[in-house]
């Protein structure tokens, strides 16, 4: 399983990659493996207000429906649009191509909670 040590974690298996008060959302090589093929992603809007912690997206693959959780509050800035078409960018590349949001903070980051890739891998790691 692959953790890239520049980003951040959750507890529920997001990526973030901080830059200032913008955060770039994605799901790990853990979870995109325990859901199998992803064949669906219903992402929220730009301009949509996400709160840390409150559901913000949902992806399908052939085994279940997951809902994911916010990792920080904000405006959605950005979606990953490509996803709509293809899905499975998630599968086959989580921590590129298959990005889901990014979301500008009102504060810079809201780090706190967010785990390091030293702390993720000692938890869900190999």
């Known amino acids: 399983m692959y953790i890239p040590e520049h980003l951040k974690y959750t507890e529920d298996h997001l990526w973030v990659r901080l830059d ?3 955060a770039t959302i994605g799901v790990t090589d853990f979870v995109q493996r325990e859901l199998g093929d992803i064949v669906f992603v219903e992402l929220p809007e730009a301009g949509t ?12 693959s052939v085994k279940t429906v997951s809902e994911l959780y916010a990792p920080v ?4 800035a950005e979606v990953n649009e490509a996803l709509h078409e293809a899905p499975n960018r998630i599968n086959d590349d989580p921590y590129g191509a298959g ?3 990014v979301v500008e903070s009102a504060e810079d980051g809201e780090s ?12 869900y790691g190999e």
């Open 49 to 60: 207000t996400v709160k840390a912690g409150d559901p913000f997206a949902s992806v399908e």
């Open 73 to 76: 509050s904000g405006t959605v």
């Open 112 to 123: 706190a909670p967010l785990w390091s890739a030293e702390k993720y891998k000692k938890t």
């Open 20 to 22: 200032g008060r913008r």
């Open 99 to 101: 990005w889901l949001i």
